[in-house]
């Protein structure tokens, strides 16, 4: 995923462990911009955002159950923006077609496909939640793939 900041002004919130490895999340102007794996980059400068901290980690505890967009800081075109918000409405432990969330923004299931793709805050803003026809698991792009997509479900009680 890239990064929606400078790298020379990169600021980050890091979590040390989740059940899905490290991550670590970006901020920009205060708000949540992005969420990744792994550790941040050398040279990153860390900024206490508790609400990003306490949102990742109700996650886990299964007690964050929609997000508020309004609460984030993503980059990406309006398109984009309209997709991504169209994410943090499908609850927790349910699942849309790409050809239904693309019903819902009044696009077409390819289009979304690619925001959906290009989505900078992975399980706060719920791509996993979207599978394809038939409910069949599709792509997702944070390590491990569709492994990482089913666990996130399973996680959410949803049986794939």
Wanted: hydrophobic letters at 40%; aromatic letters at 8%; a positive charge.
């Amino acid at each position: 995923m890239a990064m929606t900041s400078k790298p020379d002004a990169l600021q980050v919130v890091y979590w040390a462990a989740t059940p899905l490895g490290e991550m670590w999340g970006e901020v920009a102007d205060g708000r949540l911009a992005g969420l990744h794996w792994g550790r941040p980059p050398a040279g990153a400068r860390v900024q206490a955002l508790p609400v990003a901290s306490v949102m990742l980690n109700s996650y886990f505890k299964k007690s964050l159950h929609l997000t508020d967009y309004k609460s984030f800081n993503m980059t990406g075109t309006p398109f984009r923006q309209r997709v991504w918000k169209a994410l943090c409405d499908i609850p927790f432990g349910q699942t849309i077609s790409y050809g239904e969330l693309a019903a819902r923004v009044k696009s077409s299931p390819r289009a979304v496909g690619g925001a959906v793709g290009a989505n900078p805050l992975p399980i706060l803003v719920p791509c996993h939640r979207v599978v394809g026809k038939n409910g069949s698991l599709t792509g997702f792009s944070a390590p491990g793939g569709l492994e990482t997509k089913r666990w996130l479900l399973r996680h959410e009680g949803v049986t794939v």
